[in-house]
């Protein structure tokens, strides 16, 4: 894996309003504090710790993050707890877990700041995941208020968008579902995932632009109608992150570019800063 862009420029294009949230980064080390566990792993990720992502955060004029757990690290929780301590309150997290988990280790991780949990529908990962165990976990982090993260593609989309629509949690798609940047936005998956966003506990991330393009380099605009489509549709539902530090990919973006390509997804500033301000308040709860 490659290392992040260590000095990302500042954006051009906007200015981050006070409380600008980026919903989705990992963390990744000090692997002296944190190493990775044993055993064969999807990926292998270079360290990305959080002295490293505060410079980014800072460079782009960010407030607040929502760092999300990786494969990399499985059920070992520390380094994203050790980030939400240091954070006092600027931080939430997204964790994984599965059938294991007891609801002290649950209620624990709530009280750190933890307010959703994983679960992946890529093939690179390894097959999709238990929808029983999603079933059962989802009954458990009600209690909480917590959400559902999805980590789906088009193929996930299609096939399994009957049981995303009856899952009794709010539900959060990433990466505007993955979905295939040359097919348009009337391709199958991306209705689904449209039809998804009318019900009114389901959220979608407008990251991973870098992921979808077809384009070689920024500014990656030929993903903005998905991203424009997904704000027409729920507004008051949609976030944004930057995918930091962007595992497995070939080509590490800029995080000044995604910064700036916001701006072409949202040109409305007040629009902008309900979805970077105001709707991550509501779920993950800052203080």
């Known amino acids: 894996m490659k290392p992040p862009v260590a000095d990302p420029h500042p954006p051009t294009a906007l200015k981050f309003p006070p409380g600008a949230t980026d919903t989705h980064c990992h963390l990744f080390g000090p692997f002296d504090r944190f190493p990775l566990p044993s055993g ?20 782009l004029g960010l407030s607040r993050a929502v760092f999300v757990q990786s494969v990399g690290y499985g059920r070992d929780h520390r380094a ?6 240091k954070g006092r309150g600027r931080y939430a997290g997204t964790a994984i877990l599965d059938n294991d988990a007891s609801d002290d280790e649950i209620a624990r991780l709530h009280d750190a700041g933890v307010r959703g949990t994983r679960f992946h529908f890529m093939s690179h990962l390894g097959k999709d995941a238990d929808t029983d165990t999603i079933h059962r976990i989802a009954d458990r982090i009600g209690r ?3 959400h559902l993260l999805l980590h789906v593609d088009g193929r996930a989309l299609l096939q399994h968008v009957t049981f995303f629509e009856r899952l009794p949690v709010p539900c959060i798609v990433d ?10 936005v009337e391709q199958p998956a991306f209705q689904a995932l449209l039809h998804l966003m009318q019900q009114q506990n389901r959220w979608v991330k407008i990251s991973g632009a870098d992921r979808i393009t077809k384009r070689p380099a920024p500014p990656f605009d030929d993903v903005a109608p ?16 930057t995918d930091w530090p962007h595992t497995n990919m070939q080509t590490i973006p800029d995080d000044g570019d ?11 500033e007040a629009t902008r800063r309900r979805i970077l301000v105001d709707n991550p308040q509501r779920l993950y709860d800052f203080h």
Not at 40 to 59: C, D, G, I, N, W
Not at 175 to 184: E, F, S, T, V, Y
């Open 40 to 59: 064969k792993a999807s990926y292998v990720p270079v360290e990305a710790s959080l002295t490293m992502y505060e410079h980014m955060q800072q460079r």
């Open 80 to 85: 994203l707890l050790d980030a939400l301590q």
């Open 144 to 146: 909480h208020g917590w």
């Open 175 to 184: 990466h505007m579902g993955r979905i295939d940047g040359a097919a348009g």
């Open 226 to 241: 998905f991203a424009r489509a997904l704000v027409a549709a729920a507004p008051e539902r949609v976030l944004w992150g």
């Open 258 to 268: 995604l910064a700036d390509l916001l701006a072409r997804f949202v040109p409305d």
